[in-house]
């Protein structure tokens, strides 16, 4: 399927380039209190507050249902890349991605700021590495979310769940729960990051779009009893569990 193309005009660019000084500004703001909070061993604070912020400034409309719980994995489908300050902002919740990320030095310290747990799907001898700083973040931050499509979808179905990236939490660690968590956009298309359509692009054309972006962050009921068995049934329980939630909305 091809991405829509980023057509801006006049008044996108000069949309985009106010959105962009604002959100500099944000994270000029947001900075000190960061490192003076860490230096002060306060709970964390700001990583959620500058999503937030991101989201805000980007024209995120958030309504959130249901009840984020804590000490959680939140097993989400994956949109845009709006999907993180939905979901940080409505729980607070760290990340887990993928390793690619961190090839960028801007992207890699505003994602360690947030304490974004990097994976390399495709390395299997560091699973045990990344099953450690999976629960070291769950112990730390309380909650956090993995993407298990793997990519991005069009926000009006969902892509299979790779099982094989919950391998870093099996056996679940004590205590944590897993939940489910539907992203529902309003107008999903116009949203979603597809194709060929690189990140920086689909950045521009959202934040360079006037429109306000709805969306709907749906917390699931948590899994249990048999769901948590191993990765591949809590894969495909929360797999269902969105599924059925999407085609009711």
Same mark, same amino acid.
């Given at each position: 399927?091809?991405?829509?193309?980023?057509?801006?005009?006049?008044?996108?660019?000069? /949309?985009?380039?106010?959105?962009?000084?604002?959100?500099? @500004?944000?994270?000029? +703001?947001?900075?000190? +209190?960061? !490192?003076?909070?860490?230096?002060?061993?306060?709970?964390?604070?700001?990583?959620?507050?500058?999503?937030?912020?991101?989201?805000?400034?980007?024209?995120?409309?958030? *309504?959130?249902?249901?009840?984020?719980?804590? %000490?959680?994995? !939140?097993?989400?489908?994956?949109?845009?890349?709006?999907?993180?300050?939905?979901?940080?902002?409505?729980?607070?919740?760290?990340? /887990?991605?993928?390793?690619?990320?961190?090839? %960028?030095?801007?992207?890699?310290?505003?994602?360690?700021? %947030?304490?974004?747990?990097?994976?390399?799907?495709?390395?299997?001898?560091? &699973?045990?590495?990344?099953?450690?700083?999976?629960?070291?973040?769950?112990?730390?931050?309380?909650?956090? *979310?993995?993407?298990?499509e793997g990519t991005t979808g069009d926000g009006e179905s969902?892509?299979? +769940?790779?099982?094989?990236?919950?391998?870093?939490?099996?056996?679940?660690?004590?205590?944590?729960? &897993?939940?489910? &968590?539907?992203?529902?956009?309003?107008?999903?298309?116009?949203?979603?990051?597809?194709? #060929?359509?690189?990140?920086?692009?689909?950045?521009?054309?959202? &934040?360079?779009?006037? $429109?306000?972006?709805?969306? *709907?962050?749906?917390?699931?009921?948590?899994?249990?009893? #048999?769901?948590?068995?191993?990765?591949?049934?809590? @894969?495909?329980?929360?797999? *269902?569990?969105?599924?059925? $939630?999407?085609?009711?909305?």
């Amino acid at each position: 399927m091809s991405a829509p193309s980023p057509r801006i005009g006049l008044t996108g660019w000069s /949309v985009l380039i106010a959105r962009v000084m604002l959100m500099l @500004a944000l994270l000029l +703001f947001c900075l000190p +209190f960061y !490192y003076l909070w860490r230096l002060l061993g306060l709970r964390r604070f700001w990583p959620r507050m500058f999503l937030s912020g991101i989201g805000r400034i980007a024209g995120m409309r958030l *309504t959130i249902k249901g009840t984020p719980r804590r %000490n959680a994995l !939140y097993l989400s489908n994956h949109v845009s890349w709006l999907d993180i300050p939905a979901i940080a902002a409505a729980s607070g919740s760290a990340f /887990v991605a993928h390793d690619g990320l961190a090839a %960028n030095p801007i992207l890699r310290s505003l994602c360690r700021m %947030n304490d974004t747990v990097f994976v390399a799907r495709h390395r299997r001898s560091s &699973v045990s590495g990344q099953a450690e700083a999976i629960r070291f973040a769950l112990d730390d931050v309380g909650a956090i *979310t993995l993407f298990p499509e793997g990519t991005t979808g069009d926000g009006e179905s969902l892509l299979p +769940f790779k099982s094989a990236l919950l391998s870093a939490i099996e056996p679940l660690p004590e205590g944590i729960a &897993v939940q489910p &968590v539907l992203l529902l956009y309003r107008q999903a298309r116009r949203i979603a990051w597809l194709g #060929e359509e690189s990140g920086l692009d689909n950045f521009k054309r959202i &934040v360079g779009s006037l $429109r306000p972006v709805h969306v *709907t962050a749906w917390f699931l009921e948590p899994l249990s009893g #048999e769901a948590l068995h191993n990765r591949k049934t809590m @894969a495909a329980v929360a797999w *269902t569990a969105i599924v059925a $939630r999407l085609q009711e909305a």
